[in-house]
Every structure is written in structure tokens, then in C-alpha cells.
T-cell receptor, first 117, second 110 residues
Framework: DTGVSQDPRHKITKRGQNVTFRCDPISEHNRLYWYRQTLGQGPEFLTYFQNEAQLEKSRLLSDRFSAERPKGSFSTLEIQRTEQGDSAMYLC???????????????FGPGTRLTVL | EDKVVQSPLSLVVHEGDTVTLNCSYEVTNFRSLLWYKQEKKAPTFLFMLTSSGIEKKSGRLSSILDKKELFSILNITATQTGDSAVYLCAVENYGQNFVFGPGTRLSVLP
């Protein structure tokens, strides 16, 4: 399967614990995005990388959220000191600029569903 | 702040009906508008629109963008039960941020 993969698919944790999610993008895609989606809402943009550079992180929900993409391939999203309000689906997407270099479309992974008790 | 509004939020039709889903947006430095279909899993890409007045088609689905009036529509003709899903509209700005709307939940009854 050459699509975007995410691990784990489900995570249940207790309030106050740290969690880390992994995303493996489509191999030739240099852009990687993280989103959060709650029930009945569209995905909410969190951050994105081009190769290993994190080009936008102002939308991360708080300083408890951080993301890395150290070698420009897979990425991790960490949430420290989880709260019940962090319960959501966390989606990863990847994209590759078109030959024009201007426009791209995103391909989404299956998501990690986080439940904070 | 960039915003995407979709209407209706939910819609119930019968097989064979034609539906039109609406997406309006406010975004600084518009780059593109995208439509996705989301069933019980991650969104799957349908269309990307960058220019006004050019219709994109894929089978029974089609979409068009009006950059002057800041909206797009997604049409589905001869609906089937397999079209039941949430249809998401997203806009991209030149900061390469994507803003998604809340989605339209379409239910197609047999």
C-alpha cells in the first residue's frame, strides 16, 4: 500500500499522559500536514512541513502540541499532558507540488482516533 | 480570519435525485479550492479548482468555481446510495494553509 499511513489507529489514554502519533507520507511527497477533526466538523489545520522544515506552526492548539519531521520523511505529533478536550481524530496528509510548482492536492491517512479519559 | 461556509449542512434525497452542494469562502490570497468526500474514514480528494468558470467533471460529479462571488458548487446527478457521505470544501491560501468547511452530510435513500 503506497498511501499515507498513520500509527496507531486508536489511542486511549488517561488525562495528563503524553501521547505521540506517527505519520508516514506517500514516499515522493515532500509536504506533510497535520489536522485535528472533531465530530461534525471539518478538519482543522494544525501544522505543516516541507521536507524537514516546519513552515507553519502558529495553528498548533497550545504549547502542549508539538510536531517533528526530522529527516523529511515520517512525522510525529506529540501532545503532552493530555486533556479530555484533546479527544479527536488526528489526520495526517501529504502532497507533492505539481510541475508548475504552484498547486497541489492532499492525500489523507486513515487518522488516529484519540480518546482521553 | 479565513472562513469556509457550506450549505446545507445536511441533506436527505432519494436515489436518482440531483443535488447541489454549496461552498462560500472568505480567504486572503486565495490559491485553490478543493472538494473532498469523507465516509467513515479519511477524506478522499474529488476536485481542485483554481480558475473561475471552468467546470471539472468526474462521472456524475461536477464542480465549478466563481472567484468573483467567492463560491463553488458541487453537483451530483443521478445519486446512488454509495454517494452517502460528508462532502468537505477547503480553500488554500498562499501561505499554504488549508481551511476546511464543516461539511455537508448527504444521505441518499434507496
Amino acid at each position: 500500500d503506497t498511501g499515507v499511513s498513520q500509527d496507531p489507529r486508536h489511542k486511549i489514554t488517561k488525562r495528563g499522559q503524553n501521547v505521540t502519533f506517527r505519520c508516514d507520507p506517500i514516499s515522493e511527497h515532500n509536504r506533510l500536514y497535520w489536522y485535528r477533526q472533531t465530530l461534525g466538523q471539518g478538519p482543522e489545520f494544525l501544522t505543516y512541513f516541507q521536507n524537514e522544515a516546519q513552515l507553519e506552526k502558529s495553528r498548533l492548539l497550545s504549547d502542549r502540541f508539538s510536531a517533528e519531521r526530522p529527516k523529511g520523511s515520517f512525522s510525529t505529533l506529540e501532545i503532552q499532558r493530555t486533556e479530555q478536550g484533546d479527544s479527536a481524530m488526528y489526520l495526517c496528509a501529504s502532497s507533492q507540488p505539481r510541475t508548475s510548482g504552484l498547486y497541489n492536492e492532499q492525500f489523507f491517512g486513515p487518522g488516529t482516533r484519540l480518546t482521553v479519559l | 480570519e479565513d472562513k469556509v461556509v457550506q450549505s446545507p449542512l445536511s441533506l436527505v434525497v432519494h436515489e436518482g435525485d440531483t443535488v447541489t452542494l454549496n461552498c462560500s469562502y472568505e480567504v486572503t490570497n486565495f490559491r485553490s479550492l478543493l472538494w473532498y468526500k469523507q465516509e467513515k474514514k479519511a477524506p478522499t480528494f474529488l476536485f481542485m479548482l483554481t480558475s473561475s468558470g471552468i467546470e471539472k467533471k468526474s462521472g456524475r460529479l461536477s464542480s465549478i468555481l466563481d472567484k468573483k462571488e467567492l463560491f463553488s458548487i458541487l453537483n451530483i446527478t443521478a445519486t446512488q446510495t454509495g454517494d452517502s457521505a460528508v462532502y468537505l470544501c477547503a480553500v488554500e491560501n498562499y501561505g499554504q494553509n488549508f481551511v476546511f468547511g464543516p461539511g455537508t452530510r448527504l444521505s441518499v435513500l434507496p
